[in-house]
């Protein structure tokens, strides 16, 4: 929900809404619940409503499990005697805890499940260190390659597309100005701190979460200032993301946010961030997918990007990308 579902827009500090004091009866009670020492799980507000403002009171249809969800069930069925070699064929690991043969195929030699996936030999560094090859090689880091301007249409949740247009620094600030219905809106972030326009009469300072949003949404630097963006780096495993081999690393982004980055194996290129913000009522999931990367300006630049958050889900494409753009640092200050 946006804060108006709870708050008199304008007047954060009225208890009018009656939302907002529902809103609060409903933290109390995850409180209750959590402060319970007898409770050996933590509940969040997704644990009931799952994307729905009145929980679902219906239960889901069953679905037919995955192979690997039917493989852990026929483990868990077999007779405690019987367990060890067929737990075995469904982690893909061979009697004795041996590596079972290519494919998953030990235990017995009914192939149960996939070998789990080796750890990756990548460190850090180096993963890092090939995202600004593959942008464009040491160039990407020239002073003449430090600002740029996107121009394209975003199309939002509801299906509604806008023409935008984006502007920012490898220094980290960032602007988008949206050509929205009935008036235009604009996100930016800058030294001073996030603010946006076209919510109300006047610009209105972010906080928290939704200044982290739009200050998080400058991807032209993050090669170049990833050591001074995350304070560490774990890298994790690899995954496939659309149909692309990707190493996943962890990196902390302060005392609370964490993101997952998956590059491609094949070109160094970033195809998704995870952000997860910890609260007290759950982690706020994020998820920013890059595509159809093109060359402008002597690098590479994703003209597609894709935002899902739990509330939104918008997909920028860009026509047109200036790297070396005339960009006044004053467009970043809240007027």
Same mark, same amino acid.
């Given at each position: 929900?946006?804060c108006?579902?709870?708050?008199?827009?304008?007047?954060? &500090?009225?208890?009018?809404n009656?939302?907002?004091? =529902?809103?609060?009866k409903?933290?109390a009670?995850?409180?209750?619940?959590?402060?319970?020492?007898s409770?050996?799980?933590?509940?969040?507000c997704?644990?009931?409503?799952?994307g729905?403002? /009145?929980?679902?009171?219906?239960?889901?249809?069953?679905?037919?499990?995955t192979?690997?969800? %039917? *493989?852990a !069930?026929?483990? !868990?069925?077999?007779?405690?005697?019987?367990r060890?070699?067929? $737990?075995?064929? $469904?982690?893909?690991? +061979?009697?004795g805890g041996?590596?079972?043969?290519?494919?998953?195929?030990?235990?017995?030699?009914?192939?149960?499940?996939?070998?789990?996936?080796?750890?990756p030999?990548?460190?850090?560094?180096?993963v890092?260190?090939?995202?600004?090859?593959a942008l464009?090689?040491?160039?990407?880091?020239s002073?003449?390659? =430090?600002?740029?301007?996107?121009?394209?249409?975003?199309?939002?949740?509801?299906?509604?597309?806008?023409?935008? #247009?984006?502007q920012?620094?490898?220094?980290?600030?960032?602007r988008i100005?949206?050509? !929205?219905t009935? +008036? /235009?809106?604009?996100?930016?972030?800058?030294? %001073?701190g996030?603010?946006?326009?076209?919510?109300?009469?006047? /610009?209105? &300072?972010l906080?928290g979460?939704?200044?982290?949003?739009?200050?998080?949404?400058?991807?032209?630097g993050l090669?170049?200032?990833a050591?001074?963006?995350y304070?560490?780096?774990d890298? =994790?495993?690899?995954e496939?993301?659309?149909?692309k081999?990707?190493?996943?690393?962890?990196? #902390?982004?302060?005392?609370?946010?964490?993101?997952?980055?998956?590059?491609?194996?094949e070109?160094?290129?970033?195809? =998704?961030?995870?952000?997860q913000?910890?609260?007290?009522?759950?982690?706020? $999931?994020?998820?920013?997918?890059y595509?159809?990367?093109?060359? %402008?300006?002597?690098?590479?630049?994703?003209?597609?990007?894709r935002y $899902?958050?739990w509330?939104?889900?918008?997909?920028e494409?860009f026509? *047109?990308?200036?790297?070396?753009?005339?960009?006044? *640092?004053?467009i970043f200050?809240?007027?």
């Open positions: 929900m946006q108006n579902f709870c708050h008199v827009q304008g007047q954060f &500090d009225s208890d009018e009656p939302h907002k004091d =529902r809103a609060r409903m933290m009670m995850v409180d209750r619940f959590n402060d319970n020492p409770n050996d799980i933590i509940v969040t997704a644990t009931c409503h799952h729905r403002v /009145p929980p679902e009171r219906t239960p889901t249809i069953a679905v037919n499990m192979q690997a969800e %039917a *493989d !069930a026929a483990a !868990a069925r077999a007779p405690r005697a019987a060890g070699p067929v $737990a075995a064929a $469904a982690s893909g690991r +061979g009697p041996g590596q079972g043969a290519p494919g998953g195929q030990g235990g017995r030699g009914g192939g149960r499940g996939p070998a789990p996936e080796p750890k030999t990548e460190t850090a560094d180096a890092i260190a090939r995202i600004a090859q464009g090689g040491s160039g990407g880091a002073p003449r390659r =430090r600002r740029a301007l996107l121009e394209g249409s975003q199309t939002t949740r509801d299906l509604q597309t806008q023409p935008i #247009k984006v920012e620094k490898v220094s980290g600030e960032y100005d949206v050509a !929205a009935p +008036g /235009p809106i604009t996100r930016a972030s800058g030294p %001073a996030a603010w946006v326009t076209g919510q109300g009469p006047n /610009p209105r &300072d906080e979460v939704q200044a982290a949003q739009v200050a998080r949404a400058t991807d032209f090669a170049l200032n050591k001074s963006i304070s560490s780096f890298v =994790r495993r690899y496939t993301i659309d149909g081999r990707a190493v996943v690393i962890d990196a #902390k982004r302060g005392p609370v946010v964490t993101e997952s980055l998956y590059f491609d194996l070109s160094g290129l970033l195809l =998704r961030r995870l952000v913000t910890k609260t007290a009522y759950g982690n706020l $999931a994020e998820v920013v997918d595509s159809d990367y093109k060359e %402008a300006g002597g690098i590479k630049v994703p003209f597609t990007i $899902a958050t509330n939104q889900v918008t997909t494409k026509v *047109d990308a200036k790297v070396n753009a005339q960009i006044d *640092d004053a200050a809240k007027k």
